[in-house]
């Protein structure tokens, strides 16, 4: 698959729930949307697995800006994954991959927006594992 288009409003719904726009945000907004492109259906929650710290929690926001109603809990790890869980049961993990999360964390925050735009533009093929 390509590239997910994000709406205007839909990254607007997300920089005001989160106060500003970075990469981690929009990388849960990404992983969001291809869980739903992948499940079909609203999950009822979400394991995101991560560091317990800013910026891999912003990733969180991004999450809960596309699905208001789902839990998302956060399990400690290395990395950066979440698993989407809808009614019936049905799973979809989506990783990002490794080398991505180091180059967003090394980014400086004045470059912040622009690596925000940069994961808005990516393919999916260059996101996820």
Same mark, same amino acid.
């Given at each position: 698959?390509?590239? %997910?288009?994000?709406?205007?409003e ?5 920089v ?9 945000l ?8 291809k869980?739903? +492109? ?10 995101? @697995? ?14 809960r800006?596309?699905?208001? @109603?789902?839990?998302? @809990? ?19 993990? %989506?990783?990002v991959?490794?080398s991505?999360? @180091?180059?967003? %964390? ?11 735009? +940069? ?11």
């Open positions: 698959m390509g590239c %997910i288009v994000l709406s205007d839909l990254l607007n719904k997300a005001k729930l989160h106060g500003h726009l970075g990469p981690f929009v990388l849960g907004l990404r992983m969001s949307l869980a739903r +492109e992948l499940l079909g259906d609203k999950p009822e929650k979400c394991v995101l @697995e991560t560091l317990n710290c800013k910026p891999y929690l912003c990733t969180a926001d991004g999450i800006t596309v699905y208001e @109603e789902c839990t998302v @809990e956060v399990q400690k790890r290395d990395g950066l994954a979440a698993t989407f869980v809808d009614s019936s049961g049905k799973s979809a993990t %989506i990783s991959k490794s991505l999360i @180091e180059r967003y %964390i090394k980014a400086p925050w004045e470059k912040c927006e622009e690596c925000a735009y +940069e994961v808005m533009r990516s393919h999916d093929s260059q996101l996820f594992e």
